[in-house]
């Protein structure tokens, strides 16, 4: 099985940086995922890893060390709106396609 | 682009009925979509993988004859609630990745279903 394991709530001041991390445990990793979630709202993607190193996507940031089965999502300049839930989700490819299992997911309030 | 619906997007029904939800990708084929239930405040667990044209396949613990799943077109995805009971409320989302894609990695996800079973 999977499994990812992430804080669960994390609060930060508008403006600030903040970093979620993720651990996993799985078989058959084929990269990392990021997802956000407004309540009562549909996952959104935010980033993909499949080798180590960081990836920028405008303000949003995602780091992956596959030796150490962990990675970060970065967020710089945080606004408002940036709260929400944060989700990574390892990508296994198995009978013929990737699955995604989410972590635990982060829930980020931002305030002023 | 790239965009999921789901219907419908709230659905109550009485104890031992079944309810159906449709997941449709409006701009693009999805030869594989995925079910997803999320209970309040916690994760997103993968229930089925839907491919078109053949059985899901199901994760394990997901009960077969409970949730039935039809992926009868390259848009459309179905999954039926069978004589659902309360333990079935539940926030159920799909998502589809575009077709001819198998590597590519990012899911596109509908609005979700929120489901009360009285």
């Known amino acids: 099985g999977q499994s990812l394991e992430q804080p669960s709530e994390v609060t930060a001041v508008e403006g600030a940086i903040v970093q979620i991390n993720c651990t996993y445990q799985?078989?058959?990793?084929?990269?990392l995922s990021w997802y956000q979630q407004h309540d009562g709202g549909a996952p959104t993607f935010l980033s993909y890893?499949?080798?180590?190193g960081l990836e920028e996507t405008g303000r949003f940031s995602s780091f992956l060390s596959r030796s150490d089965s962990y990675g970060y999502l970065l967020l710089q300049e945080l606004q408002m709106k940036d709260s929400a839930s944060y989700f990574c989700?390892?990508?296994?490819?198995?009978?013929?396609?990737?699955?995604?299992?989410f972590g635990t997911g982060t829930r980020l309030t931002v305030i002023p | 682009g790239a965009v999921v619906s789901q219907h419908p997007s709230r659905v109550i029904c009485k104890s031992g009925t079944s309810v159906k939800i449709e997941c449709r990708s409006l701009?693009?084929?999805?030869?594989?979509m995925f079910w997803y239930r999320q209970f309040p405040k916690k994760s997103l667990m993968l229930m089925a993988t839907?491919?078109?044209?053949?059985?899901?396949?199901?994760e394990q613990g997901v009960e077969k004859d409970k949730f039935l799943i039809n992926h009868a077109s390259l848009t459309l995805s179905t999954l039926t609630v069978t004589s659902a009971h309360p333990e079935d409320s539940s926030f159920y989302i799909c998502?589809?990745?575009?077709?001819?894609?198998?590597?590519?990695?990012?899911?596109?996800f509908g609005p979700g279903t929120r489901l009360t079973v009285l």
């Open positions: 839907s491919n078109e044209g053949s059985k899901a396949t199901y």
């Open positions: 701009d693009f084929q999805a030869t594989t």
């Open positions: 998502s589809a990745r575009l077709a001819g894609y198998s590597y590519y990695n990012e899911q596109f």
């Open positions: 799985t078989s058959g990793f084929y990269g």
């Open positions: 890893n499949a080798l180590d």
């Open positions: 989700a390892v990508i296994i490819y198995r009978a013929g396609a990737n699955n995604l299992f």
